[in-house]
């Protein structure tokens, strides 16, 4: 009676004993009562959007200003060859111009009848809020996340340490009549 394993076994048997170790993909470490997304600053309010809602986050491209548009309307710019409408999130938002830095980024959004870029401030990355620090409807209204414009676009928020986050809808942004219209 031979004690020699057929090589094929020997191998199936490495496999299982791998994938019983192999670390799990972003999608199965997420937990119950987690919510992570794309966290970033427009004025002085911290903002998060579902990572579904950004297609890229990409440096300030040059803009080509569009004449008679509104002001928040940057202008155009030619992203690997296609047009692409920058807009001033913060200026949309707050009636203030966003002052253009070197390290500018923009988000890159998926909208009905092609994509448009909007400036942010300044991009934080991936952000995670636990369940628990979920912010009360009548706390994040009370809060500059849920006065003004941005209550159109923010219905829930979270604390972390000494910062309140608003989640951001880009999808409802898009969807916005005003926004659509970019014409002056």
Known sequence: MSLARD????????????LAHVAGLPEQ????GLWRGVGYRIGKRRLASEF???????????????????????GVANLRGNLLPVVDLKQFLEGERTVLHEDQR???VRQPGGDVAVTIDELYGQRSFLEEQAMQ????????LGSGRYAHFVDRGYR???????VFSLDRLT?????RQAAA
Do not use: C, N
């Not at 409807?137 to 500059?144: M, R, V």
């Open 7 to 18: 090589p094929f076994e020997i191998l199936a048997e490495y496999e299982r004993k791998s």
């Open 52 to 74: 579904d809602q950004v297609i890229e986050i990409l440096p300030m491209p040059q803009v080509t200003p569009v004449p008679g548009a509104q002001p928040w309307m940057l």
């Open 29 to 32: 470490l997420d937990a119950p």
């Open 106 to 108: 923009i988000l890159l």
């Open 160 to 166: 972390v340490a000494d910062h309140a986050w608003g």
């Open 175 to 179: 969807r916005t009549p005003e926004f």
């Open 137 to 144: 409807a009548d706390t994040l209204s009370e809060s500059p």
